[in-house]
Each structure stands twice: as structure tokens, then as C-alpha cells.
């Protein structure tokens, strides 16, 4: 995609589950390889981008699925932001929990590998920015 076509103010939405396990308080990681707009992105929260026909947590929640094989339920948002790396990106990020704690991740999607991180110990994984809202969110799930 030409990304010169967006003008100012104009973004590409990118959902996001910061999806966490209550039973064991850890937050659910996954790994991407090549990235074509963030060469440097490698660990992410699971999400994707919005298909604009239904209700943004429904998109998240099927996206969720479809890139992890896990069931959650979107709670409500965390926090929104830009990025220094790549300023046309919008990010939302949601707080989802796991709702099938047996269930396994599936490697199907254009995720590679998974951890499951305690909040505190996401920091060390990212290696793109993480806003400081979104570190302090993490800490209060400790």
C-alpha cells in the first residue's frame, strides 16, 4: 500500500488485546517476524485491524481468534495512541481476558510464537516503543 495517500489526520486503526489470564495474572505476548511498516516491531499484543462493518470489539475478539485460536472477552479500552516509529498508525488497546483457560494458542495466524509474560516483564520483550500509560496499566494487573 502507498502509504503517502493518507493526508494529515487521516489514520490506519490497529486493534489490540492486552489479553490477560486472570487465574495466573500473566498477559499473553506474541512474536512477529518480518513486519512490512515496523521493521523493528518483533513481540506484540494480538490484534488487528478493524473491518469498519461491525463493532470494534467484535472485530478485536475475532481477530483474537483468528491469530491466536483464543476465546476472550473484551473488557474495555485501555488507551490510544500514535507511534514515533510510524505516526499514520493508530493503536487501540483493549483489555480482553482469557475465557477458556485451557485452550492453547494456535500458531495459524501471522503470529509465530507466544509467551505468556507477567505485566511486569512485557517491557523486556517489545522492542518498539510502549507508552507509559500503557507500562502503567500493565503494573496495575500485578
Same mark, same amino acid.
Given at each position: 500500500?502507498d502509504?503517502?495517500?493518507?493526508?494529515? =489526520?487521516?489514520?490506519? /486503526?490497529?486493534?489490540l =488485546?492486552? %489479553?490477560?489470564?486472570p487465574?495466573?495474572k500473566?498477559i499473553? %505476548?506474541?512474536?512477529?517476524?518480518?513486519?512490512?511498516?515496523?521493521?523493528? &516491531? #518483533?513481540?506484540? !499484543?494480538p490484534g488487528?485491524?478493524?473491518?469498519?462493518?461491525?463493532?470494534?470489539?467484535?472485530?478485536?475478539k475475532?481477530?483474537i481468534?483468528e491469530? #491466536?485460536?483464543?476465546?476472550?472477552? /473484551?473488557?474495555? %479500552?485501555?488507551f490510544?495512541?500514535t507511534?514515533?516509529?510510524?505516526?499514520?498508525?493508530?493503536?487501540?488497546?483493549?483489555?480482553?481476558?482469557?475465557?477458556?483457560?485451557n485452550q492453547?494458542e494456535?500458531?495459524? =495466524?501471522?503470529l509465530?510464537? !507466544?509467551?505468556w /509474560?507477567t505485566?511486569?516483564?512485557v =517491557?523486556n520483550? !517489545?522492542? #518498539?516503543?510502549?507508552?507509559p500509560? %500503557?507500562?502503567e496499566? &500493565?503494573?496495575?494487573?500485578?
Open positions: 500500500m502509504w503517502t495517500i493518507f493526508k494529515k =489526520g487521516v489514520f490506519l /486503526v490497529n486493534l =488485546g492486552i %489479553i490477560y489470564n487465574e495466573t500473566k499473553l %505476548i506474541g512474536r512477529r517476524e518480518n513486519d512490512p511498516h515496523l521493521k523493528e &516491531l #518483533t513481540w506484540v !499484543f488487528g485491524r478493524p473491518d469498519y462493518k461491525s463493532d470494534m470489539d467484535v472485530n478485536l475475532f481477530e481468534k491469530n #491466536t485460536g483464543l476465546d476472550v472477552e /473484551v473488557k474495555h %479500552i485501555v490510544a495512541k507511534y514515533p516509529e510510524k505516526r499514520e498508525f493508530l493503536s487501540i488497546y483493549y483489555h480482553c481476558e482469557l475465557t477458556s483457560p492453547t494456535s500458531t495459524e =495466524g501471522n509465530k510464537e !507466544f509467551k /509474560v505485566p511486569s516483564e =517491557g520483550y !517489545f522492542t #518498539t516503543s510502549i507508552h500509560t %500503557i507500562l496499566y &500493565l503494573k496495575t494487573l500485578e
